[in-house]
């Protein structure tokens, strides 16, 4: 079972809140995402995709505080969805040294620069603003492990491909892992990117 090869804090964590059976995207997932290569992870909603994000993103960096330069980054659509995943992983680092940090938009860009800078583990920021980050050399990507995309749908309008693609560029040796409801063309057309090598998980009720 997935979970039962997680880091054992993450193991703990479900069973603390009595989670022990993974959802079938769960268990497709998971493993395909520890095995280190990049994937398209497509499901509808409340199969347990944003879960699958913070346990993996977790386990990817062993649960434990390191360095000073991110060793994790999620993108979101918006700087609201970017607060609730924030949120989310809170409720899963709180008893350990993780640091996860937001990029919040409201911030001064300087304020987030100086903050960054000091140490953070995971950093969440939506593309836009990760993207102004990098313009302003604020991030450095050089430990970046996995790069992860929650909610995805939102590449399929606006600039925010161009604003992804560019912040690839920056980063080297990293895994990527997109989550989304449908394998929208604009999706597709990463493949010919950074997500060149990657493979995809679907499922559907």
Request: net charge neutral; hydrophobic share 40%; aromatic share 8%.
């Amino acid at each position: 079972m997935p979970f039962k090869k997680l880091h054992p804090h993450l193991k703990a964590f479900l069973d603390s809140k009595e989670i022990t059976s993974p959802t079938p995207f769960q268990k497709a997932s998971i493993p395909t995402i520890k095995s280190g290569t990049s994937v398209f992870c497509i499901a509808e909603k409340d199969l347990g995709k944003t879960t699958t994000l913070i346990l993996t993103t977790l386990h990817k960096i062993k649960c434990e505080e390191f360095g000073t330069a991110p060793r994790a980054i999620v993108l979101v659509g918006s700087n609201d969805d970017a607060l609730e995943i924030y949120e989310e992983f809170s409720k899963y680092t709180r008893y350990t040294d993780v640091r996860v940090y937001l990029a919040d938009e409201k911030s001064h860009i300087d304020l987030l620069k100086s903050e960054i800078f000091e140490g953070v583990d995971i950093l969440i920021s939506t593309t836009k603003q990760m993207n102004k980050l990098l313009l302003l050399e604020g991030v450095n990507t050089t430990q970046v492990k996995i790069l992860s995309i929650d909610d995805a749908d939102f590449l399929a309008q606006g600039t925010s491909t161009a604003d992804l693609i560019s912040i690839t560029q920056s980063i080297h040796k990293c895994q990527f892992v997109i989550y989304a409801e449908k394998m929208h063309p604009a999706l597709k057309r990463l493949e010919s990117n950074f997500m060149e090598h990657s493979r995809i998980v679907s499922i559907s009720l």
